[in-house]
């Protein structure tokens, strides 16, 4: 049995036992109340390679394109290519009979003859007043030379001179077409049949007359070039245009192969157009000529109009500091990021370069492998406790 003694000992320690409790229980409520550490994405700024592109849609065209047509009117004999088909230089494509002129009557033959005769009386009319008055312009410019006629006289002459010269071009083209109408006539149905040649060699493109029928002279018959010699046609907005050069590089994508082909710019037309976008949008936009240098034997079934997804390279630099775009955003209209200093999120104003819409250049404010965070977002003030998780 305890003693009074000892129960008066031990009072002031369980007096004080529901103090103890509170401050621990205040404590354990304070811990858990304090605002824990934002859970952030960082990466590093590094030093490597950084280039500008654009990147716009664009069509295989061949350089050298010909459209054979009829040179005659007549009746189209059967084309005997179709599309793909290997021609030669001169080779037959086409064999066209032409339209028989109808046979003149002796009355109508008579006609004709008539008017040739009196065509080449009018023809012979105009020479000599034409020579007439060249001879007269020349003695008129001597004598306004030595100042003894006025330049009205002068102008006068050369006036008469011009009429002359006119009239003999007249006569000239009626004689001949008088000629032209009793040639055709007189050969009637023995005029032997024409063929058209390839103008170059390489493949036929499209055939738009491949059966037998009449045909007009001038009506197009095929396409022909050669689909080994391509260039690329890139429609770009003329504000990127106008900062590409000749020589430019062009990556092309998305073309059928499993690598990007090689192209440089070889012209930028100098005429912009207005095209509508997807959006309903005015814009100005000029065509970008690309050579493709990467070697046929990698692009063997590449063609004519083929679609390409082109991406032109108009900066490139094989060593800056960049960061990540995530790590960006507007600070009082200047660029800035939250750098990770000692578990703390450290706000710092930046001056940035060029873009490759992927990775941003740093020009000021960063220093080779400084921390940054990605996608502060609201969520993230300056020297707010954070925990990094590296990507």
Do not use: C
């Not at 997807?278 to 070697?295: F, K």
């Not at 800035?336 to 000021?364: C, D, F, M, N």
């Amino acid at each position: 049995m305890n003693s009074p003694t000892s129960i008066a000992k031990k009072a002031p320690v369980f007096r004080w036992l529901p103090y103890v409790g509170v401050g621990a229980l205040v404590a354990l409520l304070a811990l858990g109340l304090r605002p824990q550490p934002v859970t952030v994405e960082t990466a590093r700024a590094i030093n490597g390679p950084l280039r500008a592109t654009v990147s716009e849609e664009g069509k295989t065209r061949i350089r050298q394109r010909y459209v054979v047509s009829s040179p005659v009117t007549g009746q189209l004999r059967r084309v005997p290519f179709k599309p793909g088909a290997e021609i030669t230089a001169a080779s037959i494509v086409a064999v066209i009979e032409p339209l028989a002129a109808s046979p003149l009557d002796p009355r109508s033959r008579a006609l004709a003859e008539t008017r040739r005769t009196a065509a080449t009386a009018a023809l012979e009319k105009s020479r000599t007043a034409h020579a007439l008055a060249t001879n007269e312009l020349r003695r008129m410019t001597q004598m306004f030379a030595d100042k003894t006629v006025s330049p009205q006289d002068l102008e006068t002459i050369q006036l008469r001179e011009t009429a002359a010269a006119r009239d003999l071009i007249t006569t000239e083209g009626a004689l001949r077409s008088i000629e032209t109408e009793l040639a055709e006539t007189a050969l009637g149905s023995g005029t032997s049949l024409v063929e058209v040649h390839a103008p170059n060699t390489g493949r036929v493109l499209h055939v738009f007359e491949e059966s037998q029928r009449p045909i007009t002279a001038g009506t197009p018959i095929l396409d022909v070039g050669d689909p080994r010699d391509l260039e690329v046609v890139i429609e770009l907005l003329s504000r990127d245009g106008a900062a590409l050069t000749p020589g430019t590089r062009v990556e092309l994508e998305q073309w059928g192969g499993p690598q990007p082909l090689e192209a440089r710019v070889r012209l930028v037309e100098p005429a912009a157009f207005t095209k509508i976008s997807a959006l309903g949008v005015e814009e100005q936009r000029v065509n970008v000529v690309a050579d493709i240098i990467t070697p046929l034997t990698a692009r063997p079934t590449l063609g004519d109009n083929f679609r390409v997804e082109a991406r032109v390279v108009i900066w490139e630099e094989p060593q800056v500091l960049k960061v990540p775009v995530s790590a960006l955003f507007r600070q009082n209209n200047n660029w800035a990021v939250y750098a990770l200093r000692h578990g703390r999120a450290v706000l710092i104003p930046v001056q940035i370069g060029r873009s490759s819409g992927i990775e941003t250049q740093v020009l000021t404010g960063l220093n080779a492998d400084d921390e940054v965070i990605l996608y502060p977002g609201d969520r993230i003030t300056d020297n707010q406790r954070v925990h990094p998780v590296k990507i």
